[in-house]
């Protein structure tokens, strides 16, 4: 068998290459001399937002992981019982007496508090004595608040959390209402 030759590439310049042949196919033109202006800034632009990405990745990975110091929570991070300035509050009238949860929900609104849902006490009967509950705070903040500017002992408040409830606390007024120190007026 006889042997046979690999074609490579002709450095001559040789014209006469057809439009198909792989000589032809082969030629580049040199853009060597030729520089394109809006690729050059577009290239320095991308080099740009490469390294600020960079910058930005390493200041962040080292304010947050490698501080070595625990930072504490922001004020809008902390979960905290509301304060009387803010705190949503419910007052119910489990007495049976028109107008009287509506008098003491002013008497709470003029110290701060904020009563969303001041309505009669749905439990059917009338209460025999005077409620709060506390919703938010185990230890009872918001429901020992109203305890105080109401007069009552701190018997008087109990803290039953109630997450379909949006409110900080309730305040069911029962038949004991007349031994409420504080009246509203």
């Excluded at 580049?28 to 800034?41: A, D, H, V, W």
């Excluded at 005077?130 to 008087?156: F, H, Q, V, W």
């Excluded at 039953?160 to 209402?177: H, K, M």
Aim: hydrophobic share 35%; aromatic share 8%; with cysteine.
């Amino acid at each position: 068998m006889p042997k046979q030759r690999m074609a490579t590439p002709s450095r001559s310049k040789n014209t006469s290459a057809s439009a198909g042949s792989p000589r032809a196919m082969a030629k580049r033109t040199s853009t060597k001399g030729s520089f394109n202006l809006k690729n050059g800034f577009l290239s320095i632009a991308l080099w740009g937002l490469g390294i600020i990405n960079v910058l930005l990745i390493v200041s962040f990975v080292s304010k947050h992981f490698l501080s070595g110091t625990e930072r504490p929570m922001s004020a809008e991070t902390r979960t905290e019982a509301p304060t009387a300035e803010n705190a949503k509050i419910e007052v119910l009238n489990g007495c049976g007496v028109s107008g009287l949860a509506r008098k003491y929900a002013d008497l709470l609104k003029a110290q701060g508090f904020d009563p969303v849902n001041v309505t009669n006490y749905e439990g059917g009967a009338s209460v025999p004595r005077t409620y709060i509950y506390d919703r938010r705070s185990k230890e009872m903040e918001n429901g020992l608040k109203i305890a105080k500017i109401l007069g009552l002992p701190d018997e008087y408040v109990v803290y039953q959390a109630s997450p379909e409830r949006l409110v900080a606390a309730t305040l069911i007024i029962g038949e004991d209402y007349k031994q409420i120190p504080v009246k509203p007026k």
